[in-house]
């Protein structure tokens, strides 16, 4: 706000800590100053709900879409990643593909032509993972 004091991390922690307590000010401190990834308790969705940890994919083609749309040559296949594992590799002729951005469970479709034999690839965009949650009903 215009006239208003500049407030640093410190002291909008010690504000919250004033106002929710200092174990409130400590996890939040925790979570947006150091980086720390907050650990949910089971319980926090209600009684009906659990929250199960689990690790997650991240979105991970496997090749670099710029270069190989530009030049309709698969490039940039990294070995191990997804694209390398469903067998596509540098060099094949892109003619079509078919993926949904960020949708780890959709499967990505490729066909490429490598000499003159055509084929259609379809694998799951599974990267590295990262630490998230799954919603489960309890019973």
């Not at 199960?52 to 083609?61: A, I, R």
Request: proline letters at 6%; one cysteine or more; aromatic letters at 6%.
């Amino acid at each position: 706000r215009a006239g208003g004091v500049a407030h640093t991390s410190a002291s909008l922690c010690a504000a919250l800590a004033e106002f929710a307590g200092e174990p409130a000010a400590e996890t939040v401190r925790a979570w947006a100053v150091d980086g720390v990834e907050p650990e949910l308790p089971a319980d926090a969705a209600g009684d009906e709900y659990a929250l199960v940890p689990v690790d997650l994919p991240t979105f991970d083609t496997g090749f670099d879409h710029e270069a190989t749309l530009k030049d309709g040559v698969l490039s940039g296949v990294r070995a191990g990643g997804p694209a390398e594992r469903a067998g596509l590799a540098d060099g094949m002729r892109l003619s079509a593909w078919s993926v949904n951005f960020g949708q780890v469970n959709q499967p990505l479709e490729v066909t490429v032509r490598a000499g003159e034999a055509t084929r259609k690839v379809s694998f799951l965009p599974h990267g590295a993972t990262v630490r998230g949650y799954r919603l489960e009903r309890r019973r």
